[in-house]
């Protein structure tokens, strides 16, 4: 992880500082880079297009909990619900049967002799933890299956999934609509008044998650067990480390947490300051990256080494990834301290406030590619970011059916994977092949960061060598061991298969399209990957006084300029 961080900071150094110096968005920067490669901003605005409509679903899902998180009864730690099968294990369920009579578990939804379940597998006897025979001892939960309660709520209540399949789709969840539109009109809410008004709401989305981090590391160091999940989350396995493809997960995992591939690390960095050390920026975010997931990954592992203890099982068979860490894994902790619903609010309202605050990025992004299309909308910015949220709310409103995590699993399997890489090998290329690294060092002087030659050297060697063959590298691992998206046992058809990599090459169908559309226009010489005229700094500087005459800077939407300090 620290490994791919430090290769992908380069990527994000260079986006920033590209970003800064031209004042530009994607679309119109790698335009004016590289004219035949215009169709590479594009690219970028279709990854992050597609990933707001899918991952809004991800907060509506957050926002669903955390408003049953405020009734009395925790309804996903039981196995009363209609919905429930007789394989539901409620953990709670189980402590109640105890209490009355030790030598019972919960089985088949009710209070059960371990003994008698024992006999009924054909052992001799047993206990709450063991079955017995004259040769054979076998672990009473191995003998039968056990669904959590939480995993049966979500899937079944929450997602409505049961019986449904990509052939029957089934109806729309109502609640989750609900909790989707409101979603969105936070976001708008939040995003209104445009770029001006995000700066002091991402002050809140930005920290506040980072209290109720210290509150719930606070609280899961002093479970029973935390000891035992924190060891498992620091302790390497020398023979995991050995697979190639964790270092390939890791590396997408960073790619992805970075944003390096998505237009909006572009479009809010060209909002930046000329003079902005941005290098700095850059080196900042990207350890500030890997402090908080070390950060994040006590607090998680503590809290799953409590639910180990209290299962009797070991850390690695309660750890799991994805959505099922966030409302299977946690909840079942969760209900098993004192003051659960506290947890559960704080934890689900930290992830909502994570998840709305990734969006307005997105947002922006999409509505400063059009402004830089349309100027004449820019009086009626709030209306373009009403057609956006809508837009995106609307595409998603399929996602929410109770067959909507298929769709939701397809768009995550191939939107933010493979595709993006070619994306973060094209922008690098750009960068260090087509403009010429050492004319992009010589643009950073004149934003008044100076480097020494090591780090010139260092810099140069990252963005026209190792930067593109780390993407490519991990490119390729990734289409050999390609598996086709599934959810559970379920196996997706064919055409839907097809459908997913079809929405993976969608985030590439730009730039073949343009790149023919410049061949057609002409000219076909050099210049179609040499920067245009029009490529320059974010300054105007006066002609006849230039070594002392202030500095103007102008904004990168608007025809507003700004004064800044004389160089």
Known sequence: MPLALAMFGVSLTLYIVMAVYSGLGPNEAFKRMAPALEGLGYCTLVVILLVMVYYMVIVAWTLFYTFLSFLPKLSWAYCDNDFNTNHCYSGLQEIQCQ???????FYNKSCISAR???????????????????????????????????????????????????????????ELLG?????????????????????????FTALFPYAMLIALLIRGVTLEG???????????????????????????????????????????????NFNNNCHRDAIFVTFTNLATSIFAGFVIFSIMGFLARQMGVSVEEVIQSGAALAFIAYPEAVVRMPLPNVWAVLFFVMLFILGIGS????????????????PDLRKRESLVVLGICVTCWFLAIPMVFDGGIY???????????????????????????????????RNIAEMQMRFNLLLRRYWWLSWVVLAPITCLVVFVYQIY??????????????????????????????????????????????????????????????????????????????NETQENSPV
């Open 407 to 441: 769709l939701f699993t397809l768009m995550d399997w191939n939107t933010a994977s493979w595709a993006i890489l070619l994306i973060g090998i094209a922008e690098v290329g750009v960068v260090g092949w087509c403009y010429g690294c050492n004319k992009f060092l």
């Open 359 to 374: 969006q307005f990025a997105g947002v922006q992004a999409i509505n400063t590619a059009i402004l830089d299309l349309r």
């Open 116 to 174: 008698h379940v024992c006999r009924s597998f054909d052992f001799e006897d047993g206990n709450i933890t063991h079955c017995f025979k004259a040769d054979k001892v076998e672990l009473l939960r191995n003998l039968y299956t056990r669904i959590l309660s939480s995993e049966e709520y979500f899937n079944d209540y929450v997602l409505g999934i049961r019986g449904a399949t990509w052939e029957h789709f089934g109806g729309v969840r109502w």
């Open 481 to 558: 061991t390609y598996e086709m998206p599934r959810y559970g046992k379920y196996i997706f058809p064919n055409w839907a298969n097809a459908i997913g990599i079809l929405i993976g090459l969608s985030t590439l169908a730009p730039m073949p399209l343009f790149f023919i559309r410049r061949v057609w226009k002409g000219p076909r010489d050099r210049s179609m990957f040499r920067p245009k005229k029009t490529w320059g700094p974010a300054v105007e500087k006066s002609k006849d006084t230039v070594s002392t005459a202030s500095v103007k800077v102008s904004e990168p939407r608007g």
């Open 99 to 105: 209490t009355d009579d030790p030598e019972t578990i």
């Open 226 to 272: 935390a000891l035992d999940g924190s060891l498992w989350f620091i302790m390497p396995k020398w023979s995991t480390l050995q697979s190639t493809s964790v270092w390939a997960d890791a590396a997408s995992q960073v790619f992805y947490s970075l944003g390096i591939g998505c237009g909006s690390l572009i479009t809010l960095s060209s909002y930046s």
């Open 179 to 203: 909790c989707l539109t409101l979603a969105w009109i936070i976001c708008f809410l939040c995003l209104m008044r445009g770029v001006q008004s995000i700066g002091k709401i991402v002050y």
